[in-house]
């Protein structure tokens, strides 16, 4: 069992930057790929980024690539998104979520098993 929470999250201006960090309970988070994943009001969560157990493979949207960056430290049991040139498009409630996932899988929400509440990005123009 992993509890996942989401944090620095909040409304900046665009082509500001963001932190986001997501801290994991338990021993196991090592053992787990971690994503980041996105829901717009009236969308369809999306993938944004994930990362591999060890942090070895690094996973992006297309719409991110260049701006965001996924790193994770497992000594911290936490998981980061380094937010760049943040877009009005960007604005949306950010995920973290855990799972034993692989290869293309990292992109479908459904193979992750535990998910954080959420954290609210909002990028005004």
């Known amino acids: 069992q992993v509890q996942l929470v989401e944090s620095g999250g909040g409304l900046v201006q665009a082509g500001g930057s963001l932190r986001l960090s997501c801290a994991a309970s338990g021993r196991t988070f090592r053992s787990y790929a971690m994503g980041w994943f996105r829901q717009a009001p009236g969308k369809e969560r999306e993938f944004v980024a994930a990362?591999?157990?060890?942090?070895?493979?690094?996973y992006y949207a297309d719409s991110v690539k260049g701006r965001f960056t996924v790193s994770r430290d497992n000594a911290k049991n936490t998981v980061y998104l380094q937010i760049n040139s943040l877009k009005p498009e960007d604005t949306a409630v950010y995920y973290c979520?855990?799972?034993?996932?692989?290869?293309?899988?990292?992109?479908?929400?459904?193979?992750?098993?535990?998910w954080g509440q959420g954290t609210q990005v909002t990028v005004s123009s």
């Open positions: 990362i591999s157990r060890n942090g070895g493979s690094k």
């Open positions: 979520a855990a799972g034993d996932v692989y290869g293309a899988n990292y992109y479908r929400p459904r193979e992750y098993d535990y």
